[in-house]
């Protein structure tokens, strides 16, 4: 007797098909999580840069109030004819020379392309702080009162303001960065008369 061949599966196993399906669907998932995680590989290394650059901002501002806090004879830079050695006030400048401890002239110097500079060496040469990422606007500046020297008796106080914008890979972040710095030194001839 000859027996019949039926025409069940005598293996449970898938088929091309169903293989080529499930690898199918396995790749679209695994190409969305890609994608995801490469996007947000992208916005951390973006999101790095501009802190970064904020923290160079913040370093800069910090060079700044500490040196001016330990120096005298603040002399603002408005433009006037004044020689940049003697006390000088204003209300809004683009620089501020002064003296060191050590008796060095140092400058801080806003330029009109929206950096800031630093000279150590009396205004001979300049060193650009900010990167070329930041910009500076013209609102920046610096506020000096109670420079001149006594019978003046304020005693010297800065102002920095820095505003402006960050342009970082194609995005700009507006920024505004403000402190205030007491000079140290007592700037009164006689403060028991």
Not at 44 to 68: A, C, P, T, W, Y
Not at 131 to 144: A, M, N, Q, R, T
Not at 166 to 192: H, W, Y
Request: glycine share 10%; net charge negative.
């Amino acid at each position: 007797m000859r027996k019949k061949i039926s025409n069940k599966r005598i293996n449970g196993g898938y088929t091309i098909i169903e293989t080529m399906v499930a690898i199918s669907l396995f790749l679209v998932v695994t190409m969305a999580g890609m994608g995801a995680l490469l996007n947000a590989n992208l916005l951390h290394g973006k999101s790095e840069d501009m802190r970064s650059i904020v923290d160079n901002l913040s370093f800069i501002m910090e060079e700044m109030g500490r040196n001016l806090r330990t120096g005298t004879d603040y002399h603002c830079i408005d433009g006037n004819s004044l020689p940049i050695s003697e006390p000088h006030s204003c209300e809004k400048g683009e620089g501020i020379s002064f003296r060191t401890a050590l008796g060095d002239q140092w400058i801080y110097l806003m330029y009109s392309d929206g950096s800031l500079g630093k000279s150590i060496n009396g205004g001979s040469s300049y060193t650009i702080l900010t990167p070329p990422e930041i910009v500076l606007d013209p609102v920046s500046g610096f506020s000096v009162l109670g420079a001149e020297p006594p019978p003046d008796s304020d005693q010297p106080f800065v102002r920095i303001q820095l505003d402006g914008k960050i342009i970082e890979k194609g995005v700009t972040s507006p920024f505004s960065l403000q402190t205030s710095v007491s000079q140290r030194a007592i700037d009164i001839d006689n403060i028991f008369d």
